[in-house]
């Protein structure tokens, strides 16, 4: 029982310490620390302007999850279901657009559809100089485009990896009974898939619902979603208490959100059998087959063509392909205290990024735990445990700053911080990846276990582990891939020698010229690389001899 | 001293009582099957003696130890659940070896118990077989061994041959119980199926809504069921509402059937004015055209056959005797066989066919 | 040992290393934004001269780090605030979040960048915002930069023209500074009828310079020949050009009060641990060494008129004539130019 109590408090002392106190510390700031006034929120709710941003982002939020869901299904059905060659790699690559700087992401966008991009410029040389032109930077329309791009490896990865266990023998039943390819689809797999597709699906919300970068550096300020009212409120404005405001309004719809999905999806939750997942991978493949797989592989390739245009134009110089601005990232000309060589920039990413995933893993796997016991409190904390990828990531950045102030625990200033922040949006890939694995694990197994001797710890070892492996992974990836992306908080805290991947990105771009360009892509595409490398490594990494799981 | 020793065992869930009152027995070696309609807490009472779930209240102790504060891991037993759980991560050798390795032998042992185990429950060169590409009764067979395999001081299984039809159902129960035996585990096999409980248990259990209803010998439950429920769950049809009217030297019972006499004194705890049930053994009764031996000592009915069956080698003839239904079941070689429906007959019961229950 | 202990014992590590985390007396920290560059070598001489260890912060952009200044009042987490320019001066001023110190070497800084007269902020560098324009593109389309800012509304600028969000970026909000500067506030035709008729005209707004420069300036890919940026843009696109040229790429529009001059300068923070080392720093900063080493490496001008910027800033032009809006007013207004500007141009 002690053990059981301290698996409990563990994830939740995490979650206090490193969420709850500094979240309530900015906040009691930002109000003075007097006590809470109406006027602030009588301010936001009286203002149209706040209340078209808060309904904006809810509608945005819920459109762009969809469009994501239609993208991504295909693309987990093909990882699922099917094996062909270079299907690592290409796994690899489908969640590179998670981790890309946005604004490294739009000029993949402007290299590709913009006014001179390499759409445009065909188009112009077939029709002509009155050639209709494609527009769709600057617009609505990309916002939800770059949603779906950039969140769709979530669906794909949460649900192949639930899909991949899952056993034909209902999809054949169904057939059987006479359904077709569609309706076996809606009726039976699509139901037997839910968990694992609301998992996806909420974490796609938050994303959209949060979205800061996305919007502003593609769509543009009139798109500004609560995210970024809360950040010009703060930063530019200096209106704390209207911030804290509307950050606080921002909590308790997402907390309400959450709390129903969390009842939602456990409800949704099934215990079903699971089955390795080389019993399930199609191996007699009909024409129909290949088609399907060639045809959803064509539209992942045009879907990660605006990477494709980066890496392009990250070799191209004046004089045709060549390796200049990699090898221009490696000399410091203008003696700069900032400068530091690709290799610490990828090691810094690298090591922040390893520390955060061992945190999010231990911390989302016993929150993951606490949260499929059975009992009423499980939405609560499901949905508690959910709020640092929701909560304004200025806020909680500043947050850390007045919590941590002191010794002996005085932060600021530290590489902890920085590792801290990422394992806190890290975690809930965790947590979502496990829960419809651990909720659909067949009680027998554990308790088969522990009658044949195995202790709690040796069931969780020989026989969960290995069960949730797959899942597990999966997190690690995102977990990863978070940690590696991030850049907001790596920004409010860099010193030289901490410098990450995105913020060499973004330092380089912040001065005009050529060169800066041109080394700027050619870290992104060592980015890419750098993370690519670490997600064939983390899919090649299995448990023992447990195969597929 | 019995080796198992469930003691007026409670368990509720939540505030609905799941098992109350239980007091069960198993002696060393002996074979016990729990018995009773689905819901009645037979798989409850195996959790609690595996440590899965936790006693409310009494006590359950083996080998003389209380084991309220073992944990499942360390109480030595074995469960084999109605879904088997195999472990679907690990080959057939993964499996039957995985409580074995838990007791930290060494590879060499654990292989040698594995072969001995496959070969106990006839799978022979199926190690390295994955659990998915197994069929049903193979799967029981590992999941048998598997539990086997740690030689359990204990074994219980829950219904661990619902899931099969009924030509292999049969087939491995004289194969389980076999291999029980051969093994000589003290069990406790769950389920709900009759038939299935006569061909294996030494001792039957019956249980109704969390208690314990009856236990003994099949035998002796088929001979003396305790409740109007255990008779007609152990399959006897022949039952008959009646009163006592006299129980001065023989017991006379006055049915719709007629006034039965049955010889030697009542049991104690029944008089005059009491309704009882009458149970008559269908094997024991039987039907002739016409009874003519006034000397035997038998109650003697008359009737109508209804219908005559024949199931394998034997007939079963349904008479219908005034509002009742009688069964009578008879070797198809037995001339006694050779009536036809609408025939008029009589009904031929030997007081010792005949056992009385009190109602409710 | 369970998976819970591992956890705790996890976070127990954790905290003793931040417990434990050291702290030197000759450690002098300097917080600034993240555009700030300077030196190894610069550092490096003031670390010898005085024994000390010199720790740079970047705390995000200019907005972000006096924020986090503000927020670590009395208890800060530097020394020094490198970065306050004048458009946040006066909200850093009202906060009272530096202490005074006027260093001997303001004597050769010219009067117009002396921009706190209270003496807590040293001024250490200037720039110019204003509009750029694409040299190819303009010659291509037979278009002349235009010389008043009125011309920006005529239709054959429409859709020529990206700016950045003022309650975002910095030069967004300089370039909102100059045409209040140029329109004034309560003129017939004032900087927000401007503002109307430029959203008229298919104006985009960008949140930040970086990506208005890079996807949205024709230059770049985009389709926008005219961009707000700096005086000195021309210059670096010259000095990172990836084969050399003589002449940049880009031009500046310099009009008449539509140039914003952005000062900026350092301060010693209030409770600051190594007071004596800032006040050293800021002695430092304004010397001939530091003055020199910056201007290739942020692309701004030294304050001290005593230093020589590199050759290639002759093709960063200085303005004759700037916006002459002085950072008390831009303290008071700041906010309401913003919500204004936003609700006619966003909303």
């Known amino acids: 029982m002690t053990a059981s109590r301290l698996l409990t408090l563990g994830p939740l002392a995490f979650l206090a310490v490193f969420f709850l106190y500094p979240l309530v510390a900015i906040l009691g700031r930002s109000f003075g620390g007097g006590a809470l006034g109406l006027d602030p929120f009588q301010e936001l709710l009286g203002d149209s302007y706040y209340l078209g941003r808060i309904w904006f982002t809810i509608w945005q939020a819920t459109l762009s999850t969809l469009l994501t869901l239609v993208l991504g299904l295909p693309v987990a059905y093909l990882f699922a279901r099917h094996e062909f060659p270079g299907k690592t790699i290409l796994k690899a690559l489908t969640t590179l657009p998670f981790i890309m700087p946005t604004i490294v992401v739009a000029m993949g966008f402007i290299a590709l559809l913009g006014p001179q991009g390499i759409v445009n410029t065909a188009l112009s040389d077939v029709f002509g100089s009155n050639a209709p032109q494609l527009r769709v930077t600057n617009t609505l329309t990309i916002i939800f485009l770059a949603h779906a791009f950039y969140n769709y490896s979530i669906v794909v990865r949460i649900v192949s990896a639930y899909w991949a266990n899952l056993s034909p023998r209902f999809g054949e039943s169904a057939a059987m009974l006479g359904a077709g390819r569609v309706r076996t689809f809606v009726h039976v797999t699509l139901p037997l898939l839910l968990p694992a597709v609301w998992s996806s699906a909420i974490l796609v919300f938050v994303f959209s619902f949060t979205s800061f970068g996305v919007v502003l550096v593609l769509g543009g300020p009139q798109f500004a979603t609560v995210e970024v009212a809360i950040y010009e409120l703060t930063v530019k404005l200096f209106r704390l208490e209207v911030a804290g405001a509307l950050a606080i309004i921002q909590l308790v719809f997402t907390y309400v959100f959450l709390f129903v999905y969390s009842r939602v999806q456990a409800q949704s939750a099934v215990p079903i059998t699971l089955v390795a997942s080389e019993s399930v991978s199609r191996r007699r493949k009909s024409a129909r087959d290949i088609l399907l797989v060639v045809g959803i592989v064509a539209g992942l390739l045009v879907v990660l063509s605006p990477l494709l245009a980066l890496i392009e134009r990250a070799v191209s110089t004046s004089g045709g392909y060549s390796l200049t601005h990699f090898v221009s990232l490696f000399s410091n000309d203008s003696g700069s205290f900032f400068y530091l060589s690709p290799m610490r920039v990828v090691w810094n990413s690298v090591r922040f990024a390893l520390a955060s995933t061992a945190i999010a893993m231990l911390v989302g796997t016993s929150a993951a735990y606490v949260i499929v016991r059975p009992g009423r409190r499980s939405s609560i904390l499901d949905a508690l445990f959910m709020l640092p990828l929701v909560v304004s990531a200025v806020t909680l950045g500043f947050g850390f700053l007045v919590a941590f102030n002191r010794p002996p625990i005085d932060l600021r200033g530290s590489w902890l911080i920085l590792v801290i922040a990422h394992s806190l949006i890290a975690y809930p890939f965790v947590i979502r990846t496990l829960l419809p694995v651990l909720r659909g694990m067949p009680p027998h197994l554990k308790e088969s276990a522990a009658v044949l001797g195995a202790s709690p710890f040796r069931v969780f070892i020989h026989i969960e582990i290995p069960i949730i492996a797959r899942a597990l992974l999966v997190g690690a990836t995102f977990a990863f891939a978070v940690s590696m992306g991030e850049f907001g908080a790596s920004l409010l805290l860099v010193r030289a020698e901490f410098t990450t991947i995105p913020v060499a990105i973004f330092r380089l771009l912040g001065q005009p010229g050529e060169a800066n360009l041109g080394q700027a892509l050619a870290m992104s595409t060592l980015l890419m690389a750098v993370v690519a490398l670490g997600f064939v490594a983390i899919e090649r990494f299995r448990y023992r001899d447990v195969g597929g799981f | ?360 | ?347």
């Open chain 2, 1 to 360: 001293m019995p080796l198992l020793e469930v003691n007026r065992a409670f368990n509720s869930y939540g505030a609905v009582p799941v098992i109350s009152d239980v007091t069960l027995n198993a002696e060393r070696g002996e074979l016990v099957c729990l018995l009773g309609p689905s819901g009645c807490g037979k798989t409850t009472l195996l959790r609690l003696i595996a440590g899965l779930e936790t006693l409310d209240s009494g006590t359950i102790s083996f080998d003389g130890a209380n084991l309220h504060s073992v944990a499942p891991h360390s109480r030595g037993f074995g469960l084999m659940f109605q879904d088997l759980a195999l472990f679907p991560h690990m080959n057939v050798y993964g499996n039957v070896g995985f409580g074995l390795r838990m007791q930290g032998l060494s590879s060499g042992a654990v292989r040698r118990r594995v072969d001995e185990m496959l070969e106990l429950v006839d799978l022979v060169n199926y190690g390295d077989r994955k659990v998915h590409e197994l069929s049903g009764g193979e799967r029981q067979r590992v999941a048998l061994a598997r539990s086997l395999a740690p030689a359990p001081k204990l074994l219980m299984l829950d219904e661990p041959l619902a899931s099969l039809d009924r030509v292999l159902r049969e087939a491995l129960q004289i194969q389980v119980r076999a291999i029980l035996k051969e093994v000589g585990v003290t069990s406790i096999y769950v389920t709900h199926d009759k038939d299935e409980a006569f061909a294996i248990a030494d001792t039957i259990v019956f249980m109704k809504r969390g208690s314990v209803v009856q236990a003994g010998p099949p035998e002796t439950l088929f001979r003396a069921p305790a409740t109007e429920l255990v008779a007609r769950s152990l399959g006897i049809r022949n039952i008959i509402a009646g009163t006592i009217v006299g129980a001065s030297e023989d017991v006379e019972i006055a049915t719709s059937v007629g006034t039965l006499t049955v010889g030697g004194p009542a049991p104690a705890e029944m008089s005059v004015g009491d309704e009882v049930l009458v149970l008559i053994d269908e094997r024991q009764l039987f039907v002739e055209p016409i009874h003519d031996d006034p000397s035997a000592d038998v109650i003697v009915l008359n009737g109508v056959v209804r219908e005559r069956k024949f199931r394998g080698g034997e007939a079963e003839i349904h008479v219908t005797v005034g509002n009742d239904e009688l069964v009578s079941i008879v070797s198809s070689a037995d001339p006694r066989s050779d009536v036809k429906a609408g025939q008029d007959v009589c009904i031929v019961i030997p007081p010792k066919a005949i056992t009385l229950l009190p109602t409710a």
């Open chain 3, 1 to 347: 040992m369970s998976r819970s202990s591992i956890v705790a014992a996890v976070m127990l590590v954790l905290v003793f290393a931040v417990a434990c985390g050291g702290d030197e007396d000759s450690e002098l920290i300097i917080m600034t934004h993240d555009s700030f560059d300077i030196s190894e070598a610069v550092i490096q001489e003031f670390e010898d001269a005085n024994d000390a260890t010199v720790v740079i912060q970047k705390a995000g952009d200019a907005g972000e780090a006096l924020v986090r200044a503000i927020l670590e009042k009395g208890n800060p987490s530097a020394d020094l605030l490198y970065g306050i320019d004048n458009t946040y001066l006066g909200r850093a001023l009202e906060q009272e979040i530096f202490d005074t110190y006027r260093p001997e070497l303001l004597d050769q800084v010219p009067a117009q960048f002396k921009f706190d007269e209270s003496g807590h902020v040293t001024p250490i560098n200037y720039g110019y915002v204003n509009l750029n324009y694409d040299v190819n593109f303009l010659a291509e389309n037979d278009l002349t930069p235009p010389a008043r800012l009125e011309e920006l509304t005529a239709p054959e600028w429409k859709g020529k023209l990206v700016v950045q969000n003022p309650a975002s970026s910095s030069p967004g909000l300089a370039f909102l500074i100059s045409t209040i500067s140029y329109f004034g506030e309560d003129d017939e035709y004032d900087y927000l009828d401007f503002w109307r008729d430029l959203k008229a005209n298919d104006l985009l707004v960008k949140d930040g310079w970086s990506d208005s420069y890079y996807t949205d300036f024709s230059q770049y890919g985009g389709d926008r020949p005219l961009v707000v940026s700096y005086a000195t843009s021309p210059a670096a696109e010259v000095f990172f050009s990836e084969t050399p040229i003589d002449v940049p790429p880009t031009g500046n529009i310099l009009i008449d009060k539509a140039t914003f001059a952005q000062i900026e300068g350092i301060g010693i923070l209030k409770g600051a641990n190594s007071k004596d080392l800032a006040k050293k720093f800021i002695d430092f900063a304004l010397g001939t060494t530091f003055q020199e080493d910056f201007p290739d490496k942020m692309f701004v001008y030294p304050v001290n008129q005593n230093a020589s910027t590199p050759d290639f800033f002759k093709f960063a032009e200085v303005p004759s004539l700037p916006a002459d809006i002085s950072a008390n007013e831009i303290g008071e207004k700041r906010e309401q130019w913003i919500q204004a500007w936003t609700k006619v141009v966003l909303r």
